[in-house]
């Protein structure tokens, strides 16, 4: 299992324990290694040469200084987060790399009869190198060198028909690298990410009831189930009615908001009338639960049409200190004379865009 915690200071962050190689120096360097080389016949001449690092390895050579020499660095780059250890005064230090290994070559030259053969050599070589700065680390135990770019250049010059006289020129470059183990924020700035086609509200179809008038995801009073249509306002039709949702999650500062729902005008019939207002609104709320801004739209029973089904929408942005939302429907009925109810279904919160356009289209797959 992974080595993780949740740091609360100044709000919830998954962080996990990672090894980051750190690079402590990067430098290119140059060996020349020269050799005589005695052909097995005479030559005409060398066609050339292939040649290759076999068996290479680059370590690290460490020396013990008094840590006082370094406290400045090692307070400057924080290392009491790495596991630094001023108490034993004793800094190890890497101040040259040990460079070894075997330069391979495939000699092709031509014989007297015309013919190009070949001949292997191998040439040992080591060296070390003086960093141009040298570089304390916290456990020379994580310290390893690693080599990029390696380039060969042969250079060669034939002598009395079977001495090969031989240059070879060695660039690459070495990383001085140390692995060292740090808690890192695995989720930085989720609050800026914009799933867009993503509904925000539990239960949008108002499909899951603990009772015929209780939705389980929703607050709700004076409503009752229809079917798997959704919830309606109203049910008895001369009192008021709500239906609300508070949603913690996926509120992002700077955010562009879309409700949208069904209405059905569910109009009296006989001697009823239909005399209401209902109103949809989205507020916004800070850390401390303070309103910050709300945006709302009413529809009169006139303005609703009779036992059909449509669909509204509003917009809304979200404040930068935005931190949840507020989804409400109110049901304001003509209580001497109201005799008709409304029915509210699908219904979708989504983020739509942010301030700088950033978002995460919705994956279906």
Same mark, same amino acid.
């Given at each position: ?136 680390? +916290? =456990? %020379?135990?994580? /310290? ?8 060969? &250049? ?6 009395? #028909? ?84 508070? +949603? =913690? %999650?996926?509120? /992002? ?8 729902? &069904? ?6 019939? #006989? ?95």
């Amino acid at each position: 299992m992974p080595i993780e915690y949740f740091y609360s200071e100044p709000e919830n962050v998954l962080c996990v324990k990672v090894n980051v190689p750190v690079v402590l120096a990067d430098t290119e360097i140059q060996f020349i290694v020269d050799n005589v080389a005695t052909l097995p016949e005479l030559a005409q001449k060398v066609d050339h040469i292939d040649a290759m690092l076999k068996e290479f390895d680059a370590r690290p050579i460490f020396i013990h200084e008094n840590g006082d020499r370094w406290i400045s660095v090692i307070e400057e780059e924080g290392w009491d987060r790495f596991g630094w250890r001023w108490s034993e005064h004793r800094q190890p230090v890497v101040k040259k790399i040990l460079v070894s290994g075997t330069l391979h070559k495939q000699i092709f030259y031509v014989d007297k009869n015309d013919v190009v053969k070949h001949v292997g050599e191998d040439i040992p070589f080591a060296d070390h190198v003086t960093l141009d700065v040298p570089q304390p680390v +916290v =456990n %020379e135990n994580n /310290v390893y060198v690693k080599i990029h770019h390696k380039k060969i &250049d042969m250079r060669w010059d034939l002598r009395r #028909g079977s001495r090969l006289q031989q240059t070879g020129v060695m660039i690459f470059e070495i990383k001085v690298v140390e692995d060292r183990q740090v808690f890192v924020n695995v989720c930085p700035q989720l609050d800026k990410k914009c799933v867009k086609g993503v509904n925000l509200l539990k239960d949008g179809n108002l499909e899951s009831w603990a009772t015929d008038t209780t939705p389980v995801f929703w607050g709700a009073s004076n409503v009752i189930r229809e079917g798997t249509a959704g919830a309606e306002l109203g049910n008895v039709a001369n009192r008021a009615a709500s239906l609300f949702q508070t +949603v =913690n %999650e996926g509120i /992002v500062p700077t955010g562009t908001y879309r409700l949208c729902f &069904d209405v059905t005008d569910e109009a009296a019939t #006989g001697a009823g009338q239909s005399a209401y207002t209902l109103t949809a609104e989205l507020v916004f709320y800070d850390r401390a639960g303070r309103v910050v801004t709300s945006e709302s739209q009413s529809w009169t029973a006139s303005q609703l049409p009779d036992n059909t089904r449509t669909r509204y929408c509003i917009n809304a942005m979200a404040p930068e200190e935005a931190k949840s939302a507020l989804v409400r429907f109110n049901f304001d009925p003509n209580t001497a004379v109201n005799t008709a109810q409304v029915l509210i279904g699908n219904v979708m919160l989504e983020c739509t865009r942010v301030q700088n356009e950033y978002y995460e289209k919705y994956y279906t797959g």
